[in-house]
Nanobody, 121 residues
Framework: QVQLVESGGGLVQPGGSLRLSCAASGSGFSINAMLWYRQAPGKQRELVASITSGGITDYADSVKDRFTISRDNAKSTVYLQMNSLKPEDTAVYYC???????????????WGQGTQVTVSS
């Protein structure tokens, strides 16, 4: 099983920046895609950004040109650099990792615990 630990959330003023991190731990697995989702109060969880094992990235239109997803494969960690933050970015942010179990060859998904991002003056 893969465990994910997130960090980096907090309170920031509009126009500010935050960097989220999500580290995967466990044994006998290989990581495929790594993704960030967010869920605002009263809204459905939405996909924010994704990065494949080959480094191909994709973003929701609402965060393009403001957010950057990256990964460090040696550290099994995915990052989300968030710039020019807006109040509407306020949400709980979750990382999600698609991974393959070595012994079985099965593909599985794990979720982080979530980290609160609040953008307010």
């Amino acid at each position: 099983q893969v465990q994910l630990v997130e960090s980096g959330g907090g309170l920031v003023q509009p126009g500010g920046s935050l960097r989220l991190s999500c580290a995967a731990s466990g044994s006998g697995f290989s990581i495929n895609a790594m993704l960030w989702y967010r869920q605002a109060p009263g809204k459905q969880r939405e996909l924010v950004a994704s990065i494949t094992s080959g480094g191909i990235t994709d973003y929701a239109d609402s965060v393009k040109d403001r957010f950057t997803i990256s990964r460090d494969n040696a550290k099994s960690t995915v990052y989300l650099q968030m710039n020019s933050l807006k109040p509407e970015d306020t949400a709980v942010y979750y990382c999600n990792v698609d991974w393959t179990d070595g012994p079985s060859g099965l593909s599985r998904r794990s979720w982080g615990q979530g980290t609160q991002v609040t953008v307010s003056s």
